[in-house]
């Protein structure tokens, strides 16, 4: 697969003395490099993880993203963002060595890639996308959706609670692995005005989450962009991948996700999900 990086980043700002790394976009897709820090996944263990090829004609790049039915897919905004043709890769975990229990989809139909309308490239606010099949996946122990969190959460910050990513993002800031396995690391929600004060003003709103990454030992990468945070205690979808520190993912800058309940009547109103 060939690789198109696009390096897209906030501007730099400073307050009391101490610099704000800005948002760097994960459209810097390696699709051949890994999680930072994560664990190798296993068979069965994210059968609601997809790839996903994109190209606008003359270019192509890679992201992530979320079964939430069998012929929806939730994932940022800043994925599907002038895309005219999309390649969702299910069930499997090596995007390059396709086995028996991959299912592909081509959509070709701009009108089933949804963006939210108020989706600002420049601050990655509202970075949230769903895309409709052409037709269901096959659902099975290798494709399932995963279940969106409960409105019963909305409001709940997840503050110091644990949560999982999985993608195939980078392994390091300087490494560009030739591996397309997939991959999973354990995060833990950071407190939002820690992660605000970190970033520039208006990066981190009410429709962001973020993990911290302060050893900077873990964390996601370029290339996971799009895919799931899932919560390790209830198993639900609670975040998109959407930024991380321009500085680079091992800096320890907290990671940014779009938070799942700010946008529950969002995808509601696109898929007709219960939610």
């Known amino acids: 697969m060939k690789t198109y990086i696009v390096l897209c980043a906030l501007l730099v700002t400073a307050s009391a003395g101490i610099a704000r790394s800005p948002a760097a976009k994960l459209r810097d897709f390696l699709p051949e490099s890994r999680i930072v820090g994560g664990s190798l996944a296993s068979a069965e263990q994210f059968p609601y993880q997809v790839g996903l090829s994109m190209s606008d004609g003359t270019g192509s790049w890679w992201c992530g993203g979320s079964i939430i039915e069998a012929n929806w897919i939730l994932t940022a905004a800043h994925c599907t963002y002038g895309a005219k043709k999309v390649t969702v890769y299910a069930g499997t975990l090596n995007v390059n060595k ?3 229990t991959a299912q592909t989809k ?3 139909n701009p009108a089933d890639i949804k963006i939210h309308a108020k989706y600002n490239p420049s601050t990655l606010n ?3 996308s769903v895309i409709r099949l052409p037709s269901p996946l096959a659902l099975n122990n290798h494709v399932w959706p995963v279940p969106l969190v409960s409105r019963s959460e909305v409001g709940n910050s997840f503050e110091g609670q644990k949560a999982i990513a999985s993608g195939w993002g980078k392994i390091a ?3 560009n692995s030739i591996t397309n396995e997939l991959r999973f690391v354990d995060l ?3 407190n939002q005005q820690t992660c605000m004060s970190y970033y520039i003003a208006g990066l981190v709103t009410d429709g962001v989450v973020c993990t911290n990454t302060a050893s900077g030992l873990t964390s996601t990468c370029n290339g996971d962009s ?5 919560s390790k205690s209830t198993r639900r979808l609670i975040g998109v991948t959407s930024f ?11 990671a940014g996700f779009t938070r799942v309940t700010s ?5 509601k109103q696109y898929t007709g999900l219960s939610t």
């Open 188 to 190: 833990v929600i950071e």
């Open 226 to 230: 799009g895919g799931p945070l899932v």
């Open 126 to 128: 509202n970075d949230i």
């Open 244 to 254: 991380v520190s321009a500085r680079g993912c091992e800096s320890g800058g907290p």
């Open 263 to 267: 946008y529950l009547d969002w995808i």
């Open 98 to 100: 396709l086995d028996s």
């Open 173 to 175: 800031d300087s490494t």
């Open 106 to 108: 081509i959509v070709t």
